[in-house]
């Protein structure tokens, strides 16, 4: 079926360095895309997102990027710190709906 | 900003009981909430999509006899797994739509342990 996937399951990056996770997702009907982060034993936790409308937007260290054309997805994280150790999740929406689909997550470890 | 409670945070329980994790929505009203189901190293599955007044929507593959779903107010849903076995075992979160911005809050979730 259709889904949102990831193929680096886990991205090691030194700290201060950036860091880039992808997302490829499969819908073309989707509409908005979020990315969350979670921590171990957490709930998720809103990073940033970015409608359909737009190709990037960006937040306080955090950049999303959207590619309509080949359906990808990518969060770049500035300066990464120890603090940006998780694992992170894009998601989607569909226009028609409410549900997310969650991608298969990425896990970022910072080294010092 | 929206603030979404889980609880509780962690249970265990013997096959065969039943256990019941209740999700509120604190400073806003959420007419939609959403469970997920999520197994060790791997993504958050949605399990059912809450309705407040109305039927749960379960997704594909989730036994909805087994899954309970109430979503008696605005502010809270509840998801009670029955007749829990081992394999029920997993870390359980709910979230909720916060508006018409299509943002949406997730729970600290639950680590259900059944032994």
């Known amino acids: 079926g259709e889904s949102v996937g990831l193929h680096l399951p886990t991205l090691s990056v030194q700290e201060g360095d950036n860091s880039i996770i992808n997302c490829a997702y499969s819908?073309?009907?989707?509409?908005?895309f979020i990315w969350y982060k979670q921590e171990s034993g957490k709930g998720p936790q809103f990073i940033i997102d970015?409608?359909?409308?737009?190709d990037k937007r960006q937040g306080q260290r955090v950049t999303v990027l959207l590619n309509k054309t080949v359906k990808h997805l990518s969060l770049q994280i500035a300066a990464t710190q120890p603090g940006d150790s998780a694992v992170y999740f894009c998601?989607?929406?569909?226009?028609?709906?409410?549900?997310?689909?969650f991608g298969g997550g990425t896990r970022v470890l910072v080294k010092p | 900003g929206a603030v979404v409670s889980q609880h509780p945070s962690r249970v265990i329980c013997k096959s065969g009981t039943s256990v019941k994790i209740e999700c509120r929505s604190l400073d806003f009203q959420a007419t939609t909430m959403f469970w997920y189901r999520q197994f060790p190293k791997q993504s958050l599955m949605l399990m059912a999509t809450s309705n407040e007044g109305s039927k749960a929507t379960y997704e594909q593959g989730v036994e909805k006899d087994k899954f309970l779903i109430n979503h008696a107010s605005l502010t809270l849903s509840t998801l009670t797994v029955t007749s829990a076995h081992p394999e029920d075992s997993s870390f359980y979160i709910c979230s909720a739509r916060t508006g018409n911005n299509y943002g949406y809050t997730f729970g600290s979730g639950t680590r259900l342990t059944v032994v």
């Open positions: 998601a989607e929406k569909r226009a028609a709906g409410n549900k997310l689909t």
């Open positions: 970015i409608r359909s409308n737009m």
């Open positions: 819908n073309s009907a989707s509409d908005y």
